[in-house]
């Protein structure tokens, strides 16, 4: 797959000193969900507003679509939606003349069909003739979302689409979200919930402090990084963990009714049929097992905690 | 894409009459009845006192000043709220992501305000011909000396909307800077009419120029020469045009 956003050297800092990007580079492929992971004020916001025209570099280069976002504003800023993360509406607008508007701000000529589908798309089409400050949150979130994709983008930045949103309208917007990548538009979410890039997104960036701390497949990312839990669900509850067991770092849990051993899926010996042989020597009789995968955010919380040792 | 987003601009344009539309009401009885007003006020009671102006009726002689004067507020008021609102709304995200020029914003904006001044100064006029009759020298310079005001000061209010972060900021330029100095520019009296050294001192206030410049449209001769009234209006336009070029330059107040 081609990229279609071309991200070098990125930085910004602003007035007060503050170094929001330190050089990022980052490249997105047409087609893809991309989820850009990060803590709030690790620069998510700031790169997504410098790319659609919102906020200036202060150094490096962004291309979209092969249009330099500087030099040939208007190719970059055709191909791009965005829907920020404030609920930023005109209130005493109809739903429909608002989206229309939106279509006409980027140039492109009326089409009432293009209009009427995105509505319908989004359920607000019996909507339509409401005024904006007469809908819910939710629904403003969406009239967000109709104005962005209006003018057909190929690229939709969607900035904490799901933040403050209750979790049935969480499910909606997820759905939402795969229907529109169904029809070949590039997503770019970001997101400080890990449930919502490991549901959704191909690919995972995770941002710290202004800088990309690494891109990686989600699911590639999951299984490198991916350590598993082995709990041992015991017979009888032991009051220590037994000199013998030392070499495998477990711990107990559950009262002592329970033994948890962390081990990584990807090692040669995962240590797990020793421990239990071991077990077994000992004479520690157990009734149950059971072994979890560790989820995005228990990667992103070492990720962020590695960073923090450094 | 075009070279000039056109559309963009219509879309602009229209939001923003929609948006006076609808206070439209409001919009368009005010002017009448503040007109009507100081016809009352200025035309009756001072005017029966005061019967002439430099060979003009009083009553009319205050026509242009009048009119010079609504278009100035509404011109600052509805330019610098067009663009400070979005502003305040966070709306303006859309503005600035959009391939949209600096021009094409501007054309679209101060175009807009300018509509809704011209449509309120001819509204006065009209207003005006209720009560007395008001002789017009130069229409066709009187016109275009509208339109001029008009665009020069809705350019005025757009550099104001966006130089402001309150609505007290908005507000502090036109009040306690152009209401003084309008009715200090001889809106309602002839500067010839001063003695020293305030006449002097009156011809430091760019206002009476602009003023001046509108009453010789309309009775062929004013406080000072028309070709003065033409460069102050020219010069006004050249900063304002300065000004803002140099605020989308810098992405000042409206890009971080």
Avoid at chain 1, 214 to 231: F, R
Wanted: aromatic share 10%; charged share 20%; glycine share 10%.
């Amino acid at each position: 797959m081609a990229s279609i956003i071309d991200i070098q050297g990125l930085t910004k800092r602003y007035a007060s000193g503050f170094e929001a990007l330190k050089g990022v580079d980052l490249s997105i492929e047409e087609g893809e969900i991309f989820a850009l992971l990060g803590p709030n004020g690790a620069g998510k916001t700031t790169m997504i507003s410098i790319i659609c025209g919102i906020a200036r570099a202060t150094g490096g280069s962004v291309k979209v679509a092969g249009h330099d976002i500087v030099r040939d504003y208007r190719g970059a800023r055709d191909a791009i939606g965005l829907v920020p993360q404030e609920l930023s509406t005109d209130q005493f607008e109809r739903v429909i003349d608002t989206v229309t508007f939106s279509r006409g701000l980027f140039g492109k000529p009326r089409n009432p069909a293009h209009i009427e589908k995105v509505l319908r798309d989004l359920s607000l089409w019996d909507k339509r003739h409401a005024k904006i400050l007469e809908l819910s949150g939710g629904m403003k979130r969406r009239v967000m979302i109709a104005k962005a994709l209006s003018h057909e983008p190929r690229i939709l930045f969607l900035d904490e689409p799901t933040a403050g949103v209750d979790v049935e309208l969480r499910r909606d917007m997820w759905k939402l979200i795969g229907a529109l990548r169904e029809t070949g538009v590039t997503i770019i979410l970001t997101t400080h919930y890990i449930e919502e890039a490991e549901e959704m997104a191909d690919r995972v960036g995770v941002i710290n402090r202004g800088e990309l701390m690494l891109v990686e497949d989600k699911t590639a990312l999951m299984k490198k990084l991916g350590k598993k839990t082995l709990t041992v669900v015991l017979a009888e509850r032991l009051a220590a963990v037994p000199m013998e067991l030392a070499e495998w770092n477990v711990t107990l849990k559950g009262d002592g009714q329970e033994i948890e051993y962390i081990f990584d899926t990807q090692a040669e010996r995962t240590g797990v049929s020793s421990l239990l042989r071991r077990l077994g020597d000992l004479g520690i009789g157990y009734k149950d097992l059971n072994t979890a995968q560790s989820s995005l955010e228990d990667i992103f919380v070492s990720l962020v905690h590695q960073e923090k040792a450094a | 894409m075009s070279l000039v987003n056109l559309r963009a601009i219509a879309s602009i344009y229209k939001f923003e009459l929609h948006r006076f539309r609808r206070t439209l009401l409001t919009g368009l009885l005010v002017p009448v009845i503040t007109t009507t007003l100081y016809f009352v006020v200025f035309g009756g009671a001072i005017g029966s006192r005061m019967t002439e102006v430099d060979g003009i009726p009083y009553a009319a002689f205050i026509v242009p000043g009048l009119i010079m004067m609504a278009m100035f507020t509404e011109s600052i008021f509805n330019a610098s709220f067009g663009i400070y609102m979005p502003k305040f709304t966070g709306t303006i995200y859309e503005l600035l992501s959009a391939p949209v020029s600096a021009t094409e914003t501007i054309i679209a904006y101060v175009g807009a305000a300018a509509t809704k001044s011209l449509i309120i100064g001819t509204i006065i006029f009209v207003t005006a011909h209720l009560f007395v009759d008001v002789p017009v020298a130069h229409p066709f310079a009187m016109a275009g000396f509208m339109i001029l005001i008009a665009i020069s000061f809705c350019l005025f209010g757009f550099i104001l909307g966006i130089w402001a972060q309150s609505f007290e900021q908005l507000q502090v330029i036109p009040m306690l800077l152009i209401m003084p100095m309008t009715f200090l520019g001889g809106a309602f009296y002839s500067v010839q009419m001063l003695g020293e050294p305030w006449r002097t001192i009156t011809l430091f206030n760019p206002i009476v120029y602009l003023i001046s410049g509108f009453r010789w449209t309309f009775f062929g001769k004013g406080d000072v020469a028309i070709e003065f009234s033409l460069i102050f209006v020219a010069g006004m336009l050249a900063v304002c045009l300065g000004i803002i070029g140099w605020m989308f330059r810098t992405g000042y107040r409206l890009k971080k």
